[in-house]
């Protein structure tokens, strides 16, 4: 038998067709169906009352040279650490948290070289107290001992698990609540929970108002209104939905 090709080109295209047609499968592959999904956001507050209170307390001394301002300084902090020791209880904990000790100029309204007017040291000590009632003494202590600043009061708690999980359940049962209402609201229905973000839930520190000056030893302990402490949280939600079965 004779072959029908009109010469080498047409032999060779007619081979590639045929072997085109056997590699095309028997039916085609069905295409993953398409992934539908709704992110949500929940967030929560919870108050909660302070239990543990930071205290920091300052001591200011000038001198014209700068061992005698902290010599000067030393002696007097070491009165008022004793002194707050003894007002705050065992349970209380002092540290330093910053200390300088910087030279002082005068300066001259006409471009003159400052002229040095001596050395101020400062050295700031925080007392950690879990008994509040005794805030007033330990303030009132501090400054009858020498300490000439109050830089801060701030109310915090003293383990902040329990509210931080209250906080990120809240926040979580939210964005299921949202997640739940969008896709009924879209015809739609949650099928599973894809992701789960949080933020860490953040405790918002609580600054002191000091309702009245320092009191002298005779007077009332000077009033330090606690107030409440926010810890919030957010919870970001990824959900599967798909069609509401009618």
Known sequence: MRSACVGNTTCLVAVLLVGAAGSVPARAETPAPTLSSIRVTGDARVTAKPDRVQIDVGVTTRATHSQDAAAENARQVEAMLATVRKAAGPGAVLKTISYSLN????????????????????????????????????????????????????????????????????????????????????????????????????????????????????????????????????????????????
């Open 103 to 246: 030279p002082t100029y005068q300066y001259h309204p006409k471009g003159e070289e400052p002229t040095l007017t001596g050395y101020n040291a400062v050295n700031v000590v925080q007392v950690t107290l879990d008994e509040l009632a005794k805030i007033g003494v330990v303030i009132d202590s501090a400054t009858q001992a020498g300490a000439n600043q109050v830089q801060g009061i701030q109310f915090t708690l003293r383990d902040t698990e329990g509210v931080r999980a209250e906080a990120l359940r809240e926040a979580a049962t939210k964005a299921r609540a949202e997640a739940e209402v969008l896709a009924s609201a879209l015809g739609l229905k949650v099928v599973r929970i894809l992701t789960v973000e949080e933020s860490s839930p953040r405790v918002v520190p609580v600054r002191a108002f000091m309702a009245g000056a320092v009191r002298t030893a005779a007077a009332p302990a000077t009033p330090v209104e606690s107030g409440t402490l926010d810890v919030t949280a957010d919870v970001v939600l990824t959900v599967e939905v798909s069609p509401a079965a009618h």
